[in-house]
């Protein structure tokens, strides 16, 4: 069975600084990796997929990287801003279930 | 934009009423799914389907059931609702590639929030 786990639970940094988010999944036989935003009492968005051949992606300020070897999957945020203060996800992928990380909470101080 | 959405944002039931969430997704879809997400615990898997009339059982399907009469539309039942059912619960759809479920990312509801006194 698929384990997710994202360290750490909360982060707190102040605008500006750059976000690095981390991930670990057990089960290396993976079809993707996605990283999901949510905001307070919302529905989760889709920021990021990487395919099990991939490394990494990126959009914008947002780059993701995959280890698949070593169960790892890593979230960088350039030059945090406050609107980046959110809940973020990931979930990996096998077969046809997503299994989720409970996920890491960042607020981006002012 | 891929639009899903969720009859109820809040719902309050007692213990033992039979519960309707409903989900509708307007992009011809052919998977949908239901979570709940409880603090510390994440998204768990409820069931999913992956064509009309038909579903799968996810991680936790005890207490509850499901229904896909319509391709937009996935409907969660509580049969009889209980308190640890207080949760919140998203719908999420899917494109499938290649006739491979899940594939895709998925695309998320806004959520529905149940409290089960």
């Known amino acids: 069975k698929q384990e997710v786990t994202q360290i750490p639970a909360a982060l707190s940094v102040p605008e500006g600084e750059n976000l690095v988010l981390n991930c670990s999944f057990t089960?290396?036989?993976?079809?993707?990796l996605q990283w999901f935003r949510q905001d307070p009492g919302k529905g989760l968005t889709s920021l990021l997929l990487?395919?099990?051949?991939?490394r990494e992606q990126t959009s914008g300020r947002l780059n993701a990287s995959l280890d698949k070897s070593s169960g790892r999957s890593t979230l960088y945020i350039a030059a945090s801003q406050p609107g980046d203060s959110a809940t973020y996800l990931c979930a990996a992928l096998n077969d046809y279930k997503l299994s989720f990380g409970a996920g890491t909470t960042v607020t981006v101080r002012a | 934009d891929v639009k899903v959405t969720q009859s109820s944002r809040y719902l309050v039931k007692r213990t033992g009423e039979k519960v309707f969430l409903e989900c509708v997704q307007d992009m011809d879809h052919e998977n949908m799914f239901w979570y709940r997400q409880d603090p510390g615990l994440g998204l768990r898997l409820i069931y999913f389907s992956y064509d009309v009339k038909m579903k799968e059982k996810g991680d936790i399907p005890e207490g509850y059931s499901v229904s896909r009469e319509k391709k937009e539309r996935f409907s969660l039942i509580l049969e009889s609702a209980s308190t640890n059912q207080t949760s919140m619960y998203l719908c999420?759809?899917?494109?499938?590639?290649?006739?491979?479920?899940?594939?895709?990312?998925?695309?998320f509801g806004p959520g529905t929030r149940l409290l089960v006194l």
């Open positions: 089960d290396s036989a993976i079809y993707n």
């Open positions: 990487i395919q099990s051949s991939q």
């Open positions: 999420a759809s899917s494109f499938s590639l290649a006739g491979s479920v899940g594939q895709e990312t998925q695309y």
